[in-house]
């Protein structure tokens, strides 16, 4: 767990974010990241408060990932695509159109046109 550690250093006070763990079957410290000084941490707080907030968005990958990399083990494209006559489908072949069907509808169905 990371706490604030203050350290007092020629009379001055430093503020600390650190972290301890188990090193070698004692406690040592595992983390540590200079925050500042008491005014240099209240004049960012001021700071942050008028900048724009940004609003982030989350994306899973690691479906999607999982089939690529389950698809290059088993070759899918090359096999697909050698087991058919049809050459390309709207610039891809049709193995890599198969594969693309396939992750694109993996969280759920969709249709043609939302892929």
Request: proline content about 1%.
């Amino acid at each position: 767990m990371v706490f604030l550690e203050k350290k007092k250093i020629k009379g001055h006070t430093y503020w600390y974010a650190s972290e301890r763990g188990l090193v070698d079957g004692k406690i040592k410290r595992t983390f540590q990241e200079y925050l500042g000084t008491t005014e240099m941490i209240i004049e960012c707080m001021r700071k942050s408060k008028e900048l724009p907030h940004i609003k982030l968005k989350s994306f899973q990958y690691g479906k999607t990932a999982a089939l690529l990399s389950i698809s290059d083990e088993l070759n899918f494209i090359e096999i697909v695509n050698k087991h058919t006559n049809k050459k390309k489908i709207e610039g891809l072949t049709v193995g890599e159109y198969l594969l693309l069907n396939i992750i694109g509808r993996c969280d759920g169905a969709l249709f043609e046109n939302a892929m």
